[in-house]
């Protein structure tokens, strides 16, 4: 089973509205911000609204780290059950910023997997975020 979702690229417009009982009444500042396309497939794991939601948590967090990033792949999936061991989670993370393609991947088969997805899920995108602080600040040196 392979489901896959793709989220459209557009400009967001967030507002930010102060306490209107300071004095001042209702401010709003609004400030534009990029969303890079976001690809999250499910392989061998039921598709869930929290898991997905977590996954676009994670996302946006990298997205305040460099806004250049230009597309964020994820894939979750369940490659195959250990008899006493329980089921094991592959994350995927394919992030492509200017001038490279990170990837991060945490492999049951390597020791890196875990058995609850959403612990996967966090320490793969800490590890993307890893990679991408490296990555900037490699490009901050080169300037």
């Given at each position: 089973?392979?489901?896959s979702m793709r989220l459209p690229v557009r400009l967001q417009k967030t507002a930010v509205?102060?306490?209107?009982?300071?004095?001042?009444?209702s401010r709003v500042a609004t400030a534009w911000a990029m969303a890079f396309p976001l690809?999250?497939?499910?392989?061998?794991?039921e598709r869930s609204d929290a898991?997905?939601?977590?996954v676009r948590r994670h996302?946006?967090?990298l997205g305040t780290f460099d806004e250049r990033i230009v597309t964020c792949r994820v894939a979750i999936e369940a490659p195959h059950?250990?008899?006493?061991?329980?089921?094991h989670y592959r994350v995927r993370i394919d992030l492509a910023v200017p001038g490279a393609e990170l990837v991060a991947d945490r492999c049951p088969d390597e020791g890196q997997g875990s058995e609850d997805v959403y612990t996967a899920v966090d320490r793969?995108?800490?590890h993307v975020a890893r990679l991408l602080h490296e990555h900037l600040a490699a490009r901050a040196?080169?300037?």
């Open positions: 089973m392979n489901r509205r102060a306490s209107p009982w300071k004095g001042q009444g690809r999250i497939t499910f392989r061998d794991v898991l997905e939601a977590r996302a946006d967090k059950r250990h008899k006493h061991h329980g089921r793969t995108f800490d040196a080169h300037r």
